[in-house]
């Protein structure tokens, strides 16, 4: 459910970089520690996306995995719940490495050709 | 026409986060410590604060920023303490955000006399999603998880378990009616949130509420220890 919210902070992240230019493509890093249901947030963000630069936009969500690492045994494994213990020795003071991740990377953007002599 | 890559790099909550930064100097500039209070709706977030505030925070000089979607009902009944208290409603948002974010916070700074403010607690609008996800510029985040909810909620819920130091869990009181199982609820926060703090209460009652009140104040001490 927080993936309405999250759309929005998307957009206005987007917006700043777009410059008044129409943007195409949004390409993220999203960690799966975020809980984000990548359906749903492509779903919110074509809602939030109209009439906004980005309206029409492709987003695209490269999603990255969590890696953890127990400090007093260093193992690293890769969480698929929510469990923050150490499968070998049952520590609890763990690392998080990857995961939390939600980013964006770039922004693909449209320039007509009128517009480099027209006034910004 | 022509298509350009324009590399952004930027985690898309910085914008919400400068904000936090911003607020975060304004309460330091006047010596507020803030405390960010979330939970899901109906936990008892503001019977908790009433249960605190009847008990008295000694020297402490106490302020609360509510945030609900519609409504004051909340903030009249903080009133009743007389402590300073500013509602903030989220439904000019988009059907009516779900959680308070910094700007909002900001826009109601103006509202609360900081400089007469020790604690700053800012009730969130109740739902265990969304307010996780912004910082509003607090030095401490707690949450409550009531006995009526379920011990499997830290592992449905982590996002919100995980960015809580404290954890309340409260409604105690009706324990000898519930089949609830508190140490499991407590394995289950401590599953995805190793090392985070605790505290039973009934707001109701007042039962284990002079303890989180202490570990309230205790969050103004430590700031100015570090300070």
């Not at chain 1, 029409?56 to 193992?75: F, H, I, K, M, S």
């Not at chain 2, 109906?42 to 000089?61: P, W, Y």
């Not at chain 2, 949450?143 to 954890?167: H, N, Q």
Request: proline fraction near 3%; glycine fraction near 8%; hydrophobic fraction near 40%.
């Amino acid at each position: 459910m927080h993936e309405l919210s999250l759309s929005s902070a998307i957009v206005d992240t987007v917006e700043r970089h777009a410059d008044g230019r129409r943007v195409t493509t949004v390409t993220m890093t999203i960690g799966s520690l975020r809980q984000v249901v990548a359906e749903s947030l492509s779903f919110y963000f074509e809602i939030v996306s109209r009439g906004r630069v980005c309206e029409g936009a492709t987003l695209e969500q490269n999603y990255v995995e969590a890696r953890v690492r127990c400090v007093p045994c260093d193992r690293g494994w890769t969480l698929d719940q929510p469990i923050f213990r150490c499968p070998d020795c049952g520590g609890s003071e763990i690392e998080v490495l990857s995961g939390e991740e939600f980013e964006v990377d770039s922004i693909d953007v449209t320039e007509e050709e009128a517009a480099c002599i027209a006034p910004r | 026409m022509h298509r350009t890559k324009v590399k952004v790099a930027e985690d898309a909550l910085d914008a919400n986060t400068t904000i936090a930064q911003a607020n975060r100097g304004d309460f330091d500039r006047d010596g507020v410590s803030v405390v960010n209070l979330m939970s899901a709706p109906g936990a008892g977030k503001t019977t908790l604060l009433e249960s605190v505030f009847g008990m008295g925070l000694g020297d402490v000089r106490a302020g609360v920023l509510e945030g609900d979607v519609q409504g004051s009902m909340d903030a009249d009944r903080i009133a009743h303490f007389h402590v300073p208290v500013t509602q903030i409603n989220t439904d000019s948002g988009f059907g009516g955000e779900c959680h308070l974010d910094a700007n909002m916070v900001r826009s109601a700074l103006g509202t609360l006399p900081l400089a007469d403010i020790d604690l700053l607690v800012i009730e969130n609008v109740g739902n265990l999603v969304c307010p996780a996800e912004f910082r509003v510029g607090e030095d401490a985040r707690a949450m409550i998880c009531s006995v009526t909810e379920g011990e499997d909620k830290p592992l449905k819920y982590p996002l919100m378990f995980r960015a809580c130091e404290m954890v309340v869990v409260n409604k105690i009181d009706l324990l000898p009616h519930l089949d609830f199982d508190v140490d499991k609820l407590l394995y289950n926060v401590e599953t995805v949130n190793p090392g985070a703090k605790h505290q039973l209460v009934s707001a109701r009652t007042g039962e284990g509420v002079e303890a989180f009140r202490d570990w309230l104040v205790g969050v103004g001490e430590r700031e100015k220890a570090t300070a």
